[in-house]
């Protein structure tokens, strides 16, 4: 349990302790005809000493949950907090008990402590109860993180034979056809490969960051279009710190090139643009090349793009849920944009 956890654990037991005491005041005052003064101040000081004992039930049945591997030994283990938890507070009782008054004639010890096994074990065991929720609540949203991390790590496996494949096929083409710029795409891939394993656990990175891994495809592309290629940057200075996930616009920005640059024969703009807007990320890559109605049958970008945009929308559920928003459509003025919309952080998401 964290230090927040901690306070929480005991704001939510003193504020219990306090309304179960004014019950058991109120009765003491209703059905015994006890003074209001003396009926408060004996069921409020008996039910608050429970507070630091509940507290360190609920802590005890954290740490040392009922497990079938050790059902035994935590069993021995929370019978003995019983005893131990019995014993403290029948001790705490008999000993204030001349100065608070619970008794009109002070009983022997052994007396409280017998009182005390046999009503305690029920509260030990309701707050062990409450212990064991919170506990199996956290292990099942750990497995969910777990399982949401993993499919994060696959999703994001995916995407590197996927832009792997394509940067090879480009360099095959011009092996021949230009051996000294193959030679060049593939300085830039080994550099590609390098920063994709550096960041292979990382899910989310600066958008600058991202800017910086994205400048090795950049440049592959460029060799594989020369003069028919150019990129565009308009990024607002106040988006380069936000958190994106880690390889969203090289899918993005590979889309626009294969799907709307290469199918044309005029050359062709891509430009990356990234704003914030309130609470939120807005980024776009658009092209102005041969848009959505235009595009190659086998293309499908009507329907979602290829397969890296269809990795990327899977990776943004898993990532953001709701809070966020792709859309694929055609640009103003001819070509295609692909619009996206996260929720603006500068810390890596939780």
Avoid: C
């Avoid at 000993?95 to 509260?123: C, K, Q, T």
């Avoid at 609540?137 to 994001?156: F, G, I, M, N, S």
């Amino acid at each position: 349990m964290g230090r927040r956890g901690t306070w929480q654990a005991w704001a939510a037991a003193f504020a219990y302790w306090t309304l179960a005491g004014l019950a058991g005041a109120s009765e003491d005052h209703s059905v015994r005809g006890v003074s209001w003064s003396h009926a408060l101040f004996t069921s409020l000081s008996a039910h608050l000493l429970w507070v630091p004992l509940s507290v360190a039930i609920l802590q005890l049945g954290l740490r040392f949950p009922l497990e079938r591997r050790r059902w035994a030994s935590r069993v021995a283990l929370h019978l003995g907090g019983v005893l131990v938890i019995a014993s403290i507070r029948a001790t705490i009782i008999f000993s204030l008990d001349p100065w608070v008054g619970w008794y009109d004639v002070r009983p022997p010890f052994e007396n409280v402590l017998m009182h005390a096994l046999l009503s305690n074990p029920f509260i030990y065991m309701t707050v062990l109860g409450v212990a064991h929720a919170l506990y199996y609540a956290d292990q099942l949203r750990l497995r969910e993180t777990q399982l949401a991390r993993a499919q994060l790590h696959a999703l994001k496996a995916q995407l590197h034979p996927h832009f792997l494949f394509n940067t090879l096929h480009s360099i095959s083409a011009l092996v021949h056809r230009d051996p000294d710029g193959s030679e060049r795409m593939i300085a830039r891939l080994s550099d590609l490969l390098r920063g994709a394993l550096d960041a292979a656990a990382t899910e989310e990175v600066s958008l600058q960051d991202e800017l910086r891994a994205l400048q090795p495809y950049l440049d592959i592309q460029g060799v594989r279009f020369a003069d028919r290629l150019t990129v565009k940057q308009d990024i607002a200075e106040d988006a380069l710190a936000a958190h994106v996930p880690h390889l969203v616009l090289q899918p993005l920005v590979e889309n626009a090139i294969q799907h709307g640059i290469a199918p044309g024969t005029e050359p062709g703009t891509v430009t990356l643009v990234a704003r914030r807007a309130g609470a939120e990320l807005h980024l776009e890559v658009r092209d102005d090349g041969v848009g959505l109605q235009e595009a190659p049958a086998d293309v499908s970008r009507s329907t979602g793009g290829g397969r890296g945009l269809s990795i990327t929308r899977e990776r943004l559920v898993q990532l953001y849920g709701g809070a966020h928003r792709l859309e694929l459509r055609d640009a103003v003025g001819g070509g295609t944009t692909v619009a996206l919309a996260l929720p603006f952080h500068t810390e890596p998401a939780p």
